[in-house]
């Protein structure tokens, strides 16, 4: 995918914006926070469905031949992995953990989301907080 001329503005307001909004699994969850990230970057949406929690969603993932999250980014973004090490801003992560619990979202220079410290993903209440 190629990125938009002012992406990194465009990343920046969608992180800025996502601050705010409330958890809800298929609309704003990690899921849906890459790939708003990815609308956000390079223009290009990409539509998952619908589903009502994390079981729901590997589900659909599986249902779709699926077995992490990261195989199904790089099939529906054409794009393929890389060692996260060398991870730019705009680009995205994949942390691993059991199916359910895995984790995606844009990387902006440190993490995904806006801290360098710290994981920033949709919560319940709010964008949550986890130490890497």
């Known amino acids: 995918m190629t990125r938009l001329p002012?992406?990194?503005?465009?990343?920046?307001?969608?992180?800025q914006r996502?601050?705010?909004?409330?958890f809800a699994w298929s609309v704003h969850d990690c899921t849906t926070w890459a790939i708003?990230?990815?609308?956000?970057?390079?223009?290009?949406?990409?539509?998952v469905g619908e589903y009502g929690d994390a079981d729901e969603g590997v589900q659909m993932m599986r249902a779709r031949g699926y077995e992490t999250l990261e195989q199904a980014a790089?099939?529906?973004?054409?794009?393929?992995?890389?060692?996260?090490l060398i991870a730019?801003?705009?680009?995205?992560i994949y942390l691993p953990a059991?199916?359910?619990?895995?984790l995606i979202g844009p990387f902006a220079g440190g993490c995904l989301g806006l801290l360098w410290d710290r994981v920033l993903i949709?919560?319940?209440?709010r964008l949550g907080r986890l130490p890497l």
């Open 6 to 15: 002012n992406w990194e503005a465009r990343l920046a307001d969608y992180i």
């Open 18 to 22: 996502g601050l705010t909004r409330a």
């Open 36 to 47: 708003g990230a990815v609308e956000a970057v390079c223009g290009t949406r990409v539509i």
């Open 74 to 84: 790089c099939d529906l973004l054409s794009v393929r992995s890389i060692p996260a």
């Open 88 to 92: 730019q801003r705009g680009d995205l």
């Open 98 to 102: 059991d199916t359910a619990n895995s």
């Open 122 to 125: 949709p919560s319940v209440d």
